[in-house]
Structures are given as C-alpha cells and as structure tokens.
C-alpha cells in the first residue's frame, strides 16, 4: 500500500480539536473521544466505512466502542427509526414495541424469565447491583481490578489504577476525584482468573456480599479471556457465598453469540446486562434475569426508572437491529467469527513477519492485539507490563493507511456483520507495514 501523503492530512480536524476546547472541556463530552494522539472527527458513515472531517476515509474497528455490531447506517435500521419518529417519539406510557423487544431477547438470552430496558450500559449496571443489594439484604459487591463497568461510584474503583497491594488484598483506588470514600467501602477488589485467589478473599467477607460483577470475557482490558472453567468458578464461589452472579454484557451480548456469553460459555447468571450491541448504534441498555429476582421490582418494592428508558425510538432500532442479528439461525453471528478470525489469522502472521513481539487474543468479533513478550495476557496486571507506546505507533500507523481503531491497547478491536473480505485485506495489509514501521522506529 503506497501511502498517499498528500491524502492523509488531519488539519479540520485539528482545527475542530482547537474550537472544541474552547468550550467543552477535553474537548468532547466522553473523555475517551479525543485521547491522544490523534482525535479525529468523524462526520459520515456507511457499512464498516467512516469519513472524518478531512475526507480521510476509514475501516472502522472502533464502532463507536462496540455499539455499531450491524455497522453504519443499516437501512433496516435507519428506515425503523424514520418510522418510529414519525409516528410516536414519546408517550410516558408502556408501549407495545417495549414488549415486543422483550420478547425478542428472551428468546435468545438463557436468564432473560424477565427483562427491563433502561437507556445506557452505566444505568442497568447500577440498576443491577442495587437489585443484587436489595433482594440479597446485604450491602458489598465484589469488583475485579481492571474492569469497567460504566460510569457510577458504585464501580469506579481500581479500574485503572497503578498501585496493587497483594493480590490476596489488592487495594481499592477511585478511579477520579469525586468518589466518595463511603461508596468505596462496600466494594471489595479482587484480581481477575483467579478463582483460588477470589475463594479466600469472598471467605472473609462472605456475609456481606450481594454480587460479583464480571464481564465474562474482560474487554476493558483489550481483550481477556476467561481461563477454561473460571466463568464456572464463578457461578460456585457466588453460590457458595449466597450472592448474585452478575454477567456484564455490555461488551459480549449480542455480539459474541445471540445470547452472549451466557449461551456461549454455557454458564447462567443471576443477573446480566447489555447495551452497545443491543441497540446497533441507539441509546438502550438491558437488564435481565429471573422473575424471582425481578419481579421484586415494582412500586413499593425495587424501583427501577428513568423518562428515556425504552425510548420508542431505540426500541424500533433496537428491534430491527436485532431482527438483522438473530434471523436465518443467527448467521450473522457466523459471520462475525468469520470476519474476526480471518483478521486475526492475518495479523498474527504480520507479526510474524515483521518480527515484533506482540500478540492477539480474545474471541472472533472482539479482540485485542498486545505488545508484550507474555505468551497470552490472562489479568489486568499483565496488561500492564504490555507496551503501550508500540500500540500507539502501530494505531498511528493504521490511521495514516485508513484503519481506525482505539488509540491504546485497554480498548479492543470490534468486527461488525458488514465487514468484508475487502475490509479484511485492506486492514492486514496495512497492519504489515504498521508493524513494520514499529519494529524500525521502536525495536
Ligand atoms: C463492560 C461495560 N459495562 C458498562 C459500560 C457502560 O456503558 P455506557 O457507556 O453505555 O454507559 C461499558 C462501556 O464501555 C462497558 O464496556
């Protein structure tokens, strides 16, 4: 691939950027958005294109953090939210679409007996956790160091947090200013594919937990798997304990399989939550689990609200989203795994071939490369000693030859089903020379 130098400019971009941070501080209203080095503003898309505000255009691998899974403007998907704003935006009521989506992911998702919608992933896990608080009658929850889980107090502790402590008792830091200590007090931290590890430290506090809060493959973190049986592991240890199971899928459902990790790993939560994937591109999240446990929600029991939750709108895309994922027996998501690992064949012999030490894991339609000498990255520790700065430059790379993805290696790379065998070259051919570039200039 020759690179077009000419082609390959940013300046509108960095022009917005200046404008940008005027008025909005960071410059966008997620922080994330413009990380370093190169925030670019996107003002088109189509299939798995973008277009940024130079005419640079794009294979898309960040999908807007995950949530695009039928890629840009889907006209199935355009054409309901056309329909639906035409004919209802809001009512305040119950609405029939509600049901109708409900009962699309009951069919598909193992532990969705009964399913609320609420507007973001950050909403349903708080929602869940004070379910899980609620209905077990105590007050802590278990969350492991490294994960995301959206952005309430209640979760953001040793999300990204250089100091440690043992891994027997790692320390619990905020990740920002602002988090109230009294919250952190009720979150007990725990190292990630560590079943023995997690075993003692639930012993010690086992009156007290109400969850665990997990994503059954850790995508925060690039991308972890779980260690054969830990998902398992952890379906006993909240057993044993008397505490919620909490699968967070706001990564893997509706992405990894039609029921998300639940269905493929074969392993039941209490509770599970999905956002990103659910919507294709909307604002919506879900919370599902058994009538036992959400049929405690209700006036004068568990509340559960919000004035955006089950927007028309999101439901009408949200169901045509889903209708694309889950007809002729899912083969959209045969597609995603096709797509995923012909990329990440292709990336690991570039690798090879330009001799740098790095790898790529985790899971057909979502995974992560790492710059490191490890042989697989299994905890957030380990994530950590991966080189950050070849992931920067190799990212740069990519933009420069029309690959857009996450600047940094704690994000992933995501497929979605209108990636194509062009797609696919493309992107390992200039993956070759981005880490061509990288072995040159860092190794
Ligand atoms: C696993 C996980 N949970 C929860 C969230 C929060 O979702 P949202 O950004 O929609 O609030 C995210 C967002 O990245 C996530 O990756």
């Known amino acids: 691939m020759m690179l077009d130098r000419e082609y390959v400019k940013f300046s509108r971009s960095r022009a917005l950027l200046d404008e940008a941070l005027k008025i909005i501080p960071s410059g966008a209203s997620s922080v994330l958005r413009t990380y370093a080095p190169s925030p670019i503003f996107i003002t088109r898309g189509r299939g798995s294109r973008v277009w940024d505000a130079d005419g640079n255009e794009y294979v898309d691998y960040l999908l807007a953090f995950g949530a695009l899974i039928n890629g840009h403007c889907h006209p ?71 994960a995301y889980h959206g952005h309430h107090d209640y979760v953001l502790w040793s999300v990204e947090s250089p100091v440690h402590g043992l891994e027997i008792s790692p320390f619990r830091i905020p990740y ?46 690039g991308v972890i798997m779980p260690k054969q049986e830990y998902l398992k592991q952890l379906r006993e240890i909240a057993d044993e304990i008397e505490a919620l199971l909490i699968f967070d899928e706001v990564l893997t459902g509706f992405r990894i399989a039609p029921g998300g990790a639940q269905e493929y790993f074969g392993v039941k939560a ?27 929600v209700g006036i004068g029991k568990i509340g559960f609200g919000g004035t955006y939750n089950a927007h028309p709108v999101s439901l ?48 057909g339609p979502l995974f992560q490369v790492f710059f490191t000498d490890l042989p697989q990255i299994t905890n957030y520790r380990e994530r950590l000693t991966t080189d950050r700065d070849a992931y920067m430059e ?11 993805l996450f600047a940094e290696d704690g994000e992933r790379i995501v497929i979605s089903t209108q990636h194509n065998k062009e797609d696919v070259n493309k992107t390992i051919e200039a993956a070759e020379e981005a880490f061509k570039e990288v072995k040159r200039r860092l190794y």
């Open 76 to 146: 199935r998907i355009v054409e309901a939210i056309k329909r639906q704003a035409e004919e209802l935006l809001m009512s305040g009521t119950p609405l029939e679409l509600e049901v109708e989506l409900a009962r699309k992911i009951q069919r598909v998702v193992p532990n969705a007996e009964r399913v609320l919608f609420a507007t973001t992933g950050t909403e349903a896990t708080m929602e869940a956790i004070r379910i899980a608080r609620a209905v077990t009658g105590k007050s802590k929850i278990v969350k492991f160091e490294g």
């Open 394 to 404: 190799w990212h740069k790379e990519l933009l420069r030859r029309g690959i857009l």
């Open 176 to 221: 920002y200013p602002g988090i109230p200590e009294a919250v952190g007090k009720t979150v007990i931290i725990a190292p990630w594919n560590s079943p023995e590890v997690l075993r003692k430290i639930t012993k010690r506090h086992r009156n007290s937990i109400a969850a665990i809060i997990t994503e059954p493959i850790m995508a925060n973190n």
């Open 270 to 296: 209490d509770l599970a939550t999905f956002a990103k994937a659910l919507g294709g591109g909307v604002p919506i999240s879900a919370l599902t689990g058994s009538k036992e446990i959400l049929d405690n």
């Open 316 to 363: 009408a895309a949200a169901s045509a989203n889903l209708d694309i994922l889950l007809e002729n027996n899912g083969q959209a998501f045969a597609q995603l795994h096709k797509i995923g690992n012909e990329i990440t064949k292709g990336l690991r012999e570039a690798i090879d071939e330009a001799k740098v030490k790095a790898i790529v894991q985790g899971l």
